[in-house]
């Protein structure tokens, strides 16, 4: 079953490539020379558009409708940082594409603003990105339990994982007000001694993002609604991603509405989660278009966000943007789990209400982000008679502050960068059935490159302070450096990773529970990122961490564990 899946994975790849090759083959074929202009077709204008299916350029510039927001890596727009085809797929809601991110020359980008009528106002790109992703783990989670309310069987000594996942878009603009976006998701797990392949991990093909946007100029700025399946990338990147760091991505179902002005905007959302774990997404995922909706999972709120006046500061210009915003969740399960002490776990769903505020931008060659949010809301813990938890509703009270500040030296020969991020984390009170919860949460948060990239530790019950340093030798090479140390906010509380709680084999033997809850060091994870950028099309990224845990948690059963991470992705 596993070859044939994998082979269904290759299959639909292979084909994909062939009919970019026949496409772009037949966008030679020659058309009729009749005096008289003939009617053709959608399908006829598809096959037939002229190579570099770029807007044309006539040397006049194109007015950006987002001002200062495209600004940095263009994340302010609220539709996730720009790369090659500027932002991710679904996100560019410009109505009229940019110059220099389509080229004429590139046959992939002949099918880039193909038009579908005479005036160009109805056009359609294609777009894809093909990923091979390979992990080891040695001592995955630092040998944590699988799954502690069940057993206390450690993860595997060491894991040598392998995932690829394909995604293919659609996007059809008609006219500049109305737009249709699409994609589909192919993606398999497969490899030695693997853990954690769910529906995050491996899926047949399915709908990835569906969604109709209308846009235009409202209230004096330029404003948009859409609905449908999409991401969501307008908040800080250490509190919502696109889990891109696993195998398939985070999408939502339910709608957002923005508005932008010159130096105010304004984003408001409400979602339900797209249910990626069905019953088969264990054995491989072998059912059609079966991703639903998951109503306990919430995500709604509001953005705010102001651009202040432009400065000046040591010599260079320098501009920030404020952001306000509230995001609530809704969640059951996973992060929702409260462990008990000697228990297995109090299970039971929570909301949780954040109020934020991040300041953020450049001030000459620095460059800076400050944020903090408060958490509150309420765990409603289950019923379970045996081990005697009551219906209790407990009140919510954590909180997160974030830091990071770089200095650009951008003048000096490989352009390095020096700099230091620190983050805390609020915990305690999780273990017990009684009395508020302290632990923040960040169900949505996974970022490789913010946190952790191991992702065994997690925005929970965690300080952090990393200093670090990057440096390009060349155009298309990167290299960052950092240093991460780590501690437990509350030494009354445990770990967390992307898997839940970490709970090890000797944390509550008589003695060794002791040492833990009173040193509250977890250790050191020295690391190293490079990207190889092989042309317009493909990068190769890698990650090495090598993780030393504390005495402390040795004490309980953690151990030293080495992490690898590989990506090869291939964009069309």
């Not at 990923?131 to 989670?141: A, E, H, I, M, Q």
């Not at 399960?333 to 769903?349: D, E, F, I, K």
């Not at 209790?392 to 650009?408: C, E, F, K, L, P």
Request: charged residues 15%; aromatic residues 14%; hydrophobic residues 35%.
């Amino acid at each position: 079953m596993r070859h044939f899946s994998l082979s269904r994975t290759i299959l639909c790849t292979t084909l994909l490539a062939t009919g970019f090759g026949t496409a772009f083959s037949s966008a030679h074929a020659e058309t009729s020379t009749l005096d008289a202009p003939q009617q053709r077709s959608i399908l006829d204008r598809i096959m037939h558009t002229a190579p570099g299916g770029c807007p044309k350029d006539d040397g006049k510039t194109t007015p950006n409708p987002y001002g200062v927001w495209a600004r940095g890596d263009g994340s302010e727009t609220g539709f996730g940082p720009v790369s090659q085809y500027g932002t991710p797929a679904g996100m560019d809601s410009i109505s009229t594409p940019g110059k220099g991110i389509c080229d004429r020359g590139d046959p992939f980008d002949s099918y880039k603003h193909m038009k579908l009528n005479d005036s160009g106002s109805i056009w359609l790109s294609l777009a894809g990105e093909t990923r091979l992703n390979n992990w080891y783990d040695k001592r995955p989670v630092f040998g944590a339990a699988i799954d502690p309310t069940t057993s206390m069987k450690a993860r595997p000594f060491n894991s040598g994982r392998f995932a690829v996942r394909n995604l293919w878009s659609a996007d059809l603009h008609l006219g500049q007000h109305v737009r249709f976006f699409g994609q589909l998701i192919n993606a398999d797990a497969g490899g030695w001694r693997g853990y954690s392949y769910d529906g995050t991990f491996r899926k047949n093909l399915d709908l990835q993002q569906a969604f109709v946007e209308l846009s235009g100029k409202a209230a004096g700025g330029h404003g948009g609604f859409i609905f449908g399946r999409q991401q969501f990338l307008d908040a800080p990147d250490y509190m919502i991603g696109n889990r891109d760091v696993l195998n398939v991505p985070l999408s939502w179902d339910g709608f957002r509405i923005y508005e932008h002005w010159n130096r105010v905007r304004f984003d408001g959302f409400y979602f339900i989660n797209t249910k990626n774990n069905h019953t088969d997404s264990f054995r491989g995922g072998n059912s059609l278009f079966h991703d639903t909706l998951d109503y306990k999972t919430r995500l709604y709120g509001a953005n705010v966000t102001i651009a202040p006046p432009d400065f000046h500061f040591l010599g260079e210009k320098g501009y920030s943007f404020i952001n306000l915003f509230y995001y609530g969740y809704e969640i059951n399960g996973g992060p929702a789990q409260q462990t008990v002490m000697y228990n297995a776990s109090a299970l039971g769903h929570t909301k949780r209400n954040n109020f934020g505020l991040r300041w953020h931008g450049e001030a000459g060659p620095i460059s800076f982000s400050f944020g903090g949010a408060y958490q509150q809301g309420t765990f409603y813990q289950s019923y379970n008679r045996a081990n005697h938890y009551d219906r209790m509703n407990r009140n919510v009270n954590a909180w997160s502050i974030n830091g990071t500040v770089d200095y650009h030296f951008r003048h000096v020969m490989w352009h390095p960068t020096i700099g230091v991020q620190g983050d805390a984390y609020s915990g305690g009170g999780a273990r017990g059935t009684t009395g508020s919860v302290n632990t923040y949460i960040e169900p949505f948060g996974v970022n490789t490159n913010y946190l952790d990239p191991t992702n065994y530790l997690t925005g929970q019950n965690l300080i952090d302070f990393a200093p670090k340093a990057s440096f390009s030798p060349t155009s298309y090479l990167t290299f960052q450096l950092k240093l991460p140390i780590y501690w437990r906010y509350s030494a009354g509380d445990d770990t967390y990773s992307i898997y839940g709680r970490n709970i090890f084999q000797r944390q509550f033997t008589s003695g060794m529970f002791n040492s833990y809850n009173h040193d509250s060091f977890v250790g050191i994870a020295p690391q190293m990122a490079a990207s190889l950028r092989l042309g317009p099309h493909l990068t190769w990224d890698h990650h090495v961490v090598r993780f030393l845990t504390s005495h402390a948690m040795h004490q309980v059963g953690a151990r030293d564990a080495t992490y690898y991470q590989s990506s090869l992705t291939l964009t069309y």
